[in-house]
């Protein structure tokens, strides 16, 4: 599947396809690098194994991993799954990472584009995310853009490496 992105007056596609194990290497780098910058992912470099990270990402069952590529380039992902099982499973959840050298560039409004749809077609009801870090200001107003609103607030849930102590979003969106 094919998304049009547009940055600085250029238009290319950013391509989306299902995650093949293949593709794991590229994620597990790309998480790492994500958890050594330290500011939206309260998972810590080595607690994220690479066994563990292959778990979050792509094997736990019901886990939905997708990938995007621009110019045959791995340039980010998202990882569907349920929020919650019993009564809460018509909530789904997800988690995003968008490669430094495409960032800002529309890959991740594809990618969280993407996500609504494939929740949809899976027959969740809703999509919430559970911990977004308040001074992750592209993410906060991304969602807000994609139809989320913040339902909930952690105060000083996060550990920011510069700002410390920050608030933490629940954001929800009704599919």
């Known amino acids: 599947m094919a ?3 547009v940055s600085d007056n250029k238009a290319w596609q ?3 396809r299902p995650a093949a194990a293949r593709d794991f290497p590229a994620v597990y780098a790309l998480f790492q ?3 050594r910058e330290g500011l939206t992912y309260s998972y810590s470099p080595e607690e994220m194994t690479e066994a563990r990270s292959r778990s979050y990402w792509m094997e736990t069952e019901g886990t939905h991993c997708v990938v995007a590529e621009v110019n045959g380039q791995f340039a980010g992902c998202f990882a569907l799954r349920i929020n919650r099982s ?5 909530v789904a959840n997800a988690s995003f990472i968008v490669h430094p050298d495409h960032r800002g560039k529309g890959v991740g409004r594809a990618l969280g584009q993407r996500a609504i ?3 949809k077609s899976l ?3 809703a999509i919430q995310y559970n911990f977004v870090v308040s001074a992750n200001d592209v993410a906060v107003k991304l969602w807000k853009s994609l139809g989320y ?3 909930g607030t952690m105060p000083g849930g996060f550990q920011h490496p510069t ?3 920050v608030d933490v979003y629940m954001m929800h969106r009704y599919l």
């Open 14 to 16: 950013v391509e989306m």
């Open 3 to 5: 998304t049009q992105a």
């Open 33 to 35: 690098h994500i958890l």
């Open 117 to 119: 749809e494939l929740a």
């Open 149 to 151: 609103t913040v339902i």
């Open 123 to 125: 027959g969740y009801k």
């Open 86 to 90: 019993g009564r809460g499973n018509h």
């Open 163 to 165: 700002l410390g102590l």
